[in-house]
């Protein structure tokens, strides 16, 4: 049995700090492999993401591409909300990667800021019978997971002006298509 993770995200873009989670879920031993999820419709956001799905897709495998290759190799990006119509369910997700994966133990990985609203979430009891959370601590919220000394990086202020919280080749990117311009 392996322990999969789902790292879901609306990755509008994809920063350090995200990187740094992945990291230490593989450092501090928490998952095996983990699946990064951009989300395709998100619906508890308050805006539509400024990238398009594709893009936010793009970005990540650029991203991820970064990671050292022990790392590397057990990280997929997995385009299943990006390519479904309609909202974004992360129920429907952990179903689809449940039966892909039917002998593997599957977790979410998420953020305090999204473990306190998961109450809000489409099916939200069922959708917790079937993964085991992995919160983690973020700053400017209150501890409630584990405390992966995080970065302080905010996808709102990379797409206002970049200020370095991306890997080069996701920089590089933003700036060949003109991403987050008119922010």
Not at 96 to 115: C, N
Request: aromatic residues 6%; charged residues 20%.
């Amino acid at each position: 049995m392996s322990r999969v993770g789902i790292y879901g995200g609306t990755f509008d873009p994809i920063h350090l700090g995200h990187l740094h989670v992945i990291t230490q879920l593989f450092e501090k031993d928490l998952v095996d492999e983990l699946l990064v999820v951009p989300a395709g419709q998100p619906l508890l956001r308050e805006q539509a993401p400024f990238a398009s799905g594709a893009q936010r897709y793009t970005m990540c495998e650029l991203a991820i591409s970064s990671l050292p290759d022990e790392i590397r190799k057990k990280v997929r990006v997995d385009q299943i909300e990006v390519l479904r119509q309609g909202p974004s369910y992360a129920i429907d997700t952990v179903q689809a990667i449940k039966a892909a994966h039917p002998r593997d133990q599957i977790f979410l990985i998420m953020g305090t800021d999204a473990f306190a609203k998961i109450d809000d979430w489409h099916n939200s009891a069922e959708l917790k019978s079937l993964v085991s959370i992995i919160c983690i601590d973020r700053p400017g919220f209150t501890p409630a997971g584990i405390d992966i000394a995080a970065l302080e990086v905010s996808a709102t202020s990379i797409r206002a002006g970049l200020s370095g919280q991306v890997p080069e080749k996701v920089a590089a990117y933003i700036r060949e298509n003109g991403l987050y311009d008119n922010q």
